[in-house]
């Protein structure tokens, strides 16, 4: 942390809570506090130092409230696969080809990743158990859920002590930025018992909650009939077979989980009553279109969900589903998808996006009173992206090019609590050579 307060001058600043500022400037505090912000001639910049970035601009992190760096090192292995197989494949390289080092890289991967492609927060399930240990010391912000499985409904006590032993090892690292969820994975691999039990427990223990639901045809075959390939999967092993006959959504009300005030991650296949549920319990949603779009499961009712008043907040996904992490590439096919299905193109502004992509994804995440915005008092989370390049040339209107021409690799600056974790190219915590020829060097699978 520096010594004495900072001043961050660019073209333009993005404050997301005002109008964008031209020749704007950031102050800093030496705690990681925003002081300023406002023009550059308003900011005041006497006997600090003063970062000039030129024609860019500055704006709050970018918030990715789902995604899996454990997956990192399955970029490009899974294309093209139905989603049970993808499912499937998915298994049995994690399981049975990857080890604990590969896994401990691949997370790592993708934090690193993230931090390069401007996002300050990240909310992600962890199944492997290296994500909370990478994040702090890469300096990330953000949210661990840890992952639990359980079909078997007679297995549902065990995997709940097993999940509390995990949990009570994340929680002796929380350093303050990085804290910790549950996150029963989907209704097709926890039952109904083991939903309501970590449903008591959540709440007992104050415990965010993040689960996989209404993402696939397949996974609304089972819940409400008992059929398809999950329930095929399931009685191969023995495993009783439950059916709720409602949605996925029913499902998680009727185990007392949704009381818990979810994040519920996909929300593709839901219908009015779904919606309805959803905002009147208070979950909210983790709107990935990019993996949805991947898959061919087809397109969330993201414009339903905002008009209901449900936090929503943008997600990446796994690369193994997407293939990247870039927040920005997320918000405009997020708005592209929404106006081809809707065939309305006035829906979702790039005010509106830019702020689904930060302030949005912080009040999902409980943050935004934090973060989110750059705001006096808040905390310094923030990135720069470059203008002037070939494709953000005319930049007439700055979130309009942010959002619609800029990408990930614009980002040069990322920052949190005022630290500065990445800048052109390198980062202050990550050794990304080694990393890169660790990667290099991976076992072909």
């Known amino acids: 942390m520096s010594a004495e307060s900072t001043v961050y001058r660019a073209a333009w600043v993005l404050p997301v809570s005002e109008p964008p500022i031209p020749n704007g400037a950031l102050r800093v505090s030496p705690d990681g506090t925003i002081e300023a912000v406002g023009k550059r001639s308003t900011v005041a910049a006497t006997d600090v130092p003063v970062l000039e970035l030129g024609d860019a601009v500055i704006l709050p992190g970018l918030v990715n409230v789902h995604a899996h760096p454990e997956l990192t090192v399955l970029r490009g292995r899974l294309e093209g696969l139905e989603f049970t197989r993808w499912l499937d494949r998915l298994t049995e390289l994690k399981y049975d080809v990857l080890t604990p080092e590969s896994l401990r890289l691949s997370t790592k991967l993708g934090v690193a990743e993230s931090i390069a492609a401007g996002v300050t927060c990240l909310a992600a399930p962890d199944d492997a158990g290296f994500l909370m240990e990478a994040m702090v010391e890469a300096g990330l912000r953000g949210r661990v859920y840890r992952e639990v499985f359980g079909p078997d409904p007679k297995a549902a006590s065990t995997a709940l002590a097993e999940l509390r032993d995990k949990v009570d090892q994340m929680r002796r690292r929380i350093d303050g930025r990085v804290d910790v969820g549950i996150s029963p994975h989907a209704p097709y691999t926890v039952s109904q018992r083991l939903f309501a039990a970590l449903a008591d427990y959540a709440t007992a223990e104050a415990l965010p909650v993040c689960i996989h639901v209404a993402e696939s045809a397949a996974e609304e075959e089972f819940v409400r009939q008992g059929a398809g390939p999950f329930a095929e999967r399931l009685g191969s092993r023995g495993i009783e077979i439950e059916t709720s006959g409602t949605s996925s959504v ?148 700055p979130v309009a090019t942010l959002i619609h021409s800029a990408g990930a690799g614009d980002v040069f600056l990322t920052v949190v609590d005022g630290r500065v974790l990445y800048k052109e190219g390198e980062f202050a915590a990550l050794d990304w050579p080694a990393l890169a020829q660790a990667a290099a060097a991976l076992e072909s699978f």
């Not at 996006?353 to 912080?362: E, I, K, V, Y």
């Not at 750059?374 to 720069?384: E, I, M, T, W």
Request: contains cysteine; negative net charge.
């Open 250 to 397: 029913g499902w998680l009300e009727e185990t007392g989980i949704l009381a818990t005030r979810p994040l519920l991650v996909h929300g593709v296949h839901v219908d009015a009553s779904d919606v309805e549920r959803i905002a009147g319990y208070g979950a909210s949603i983790a709107h990935c279109p990019i993996s949805n779009a991947w898959f061919g499961h087809g397109v969330a009712p993201l414009a339903a969900f905002r008009e209901a008043g449900i936090a929503v907040g943008l997600g990446s996904d796994s690369v193994a589903s997407n293939d990247r992490v870039d927040i920005l590439e997320e918000a405009r096919f997020a708005a592209l998808m929404q106006r081809g299905m809707l065939r309305e193109s006035a829906v979702l502004s790039p005010e509106e996006l830019l702020r689904l992509a930060t302030l949005d994804g912080a009040r999902v995440l409980g943050l935004d009173d934090r973060i989110g915005s750059l705001q006096a008092g808040k905390r310094a989370d923030f990135v720069a992206v470059r203008l002037g390049t070939p494709h953000s040339t005319p930049a007439g209107d």
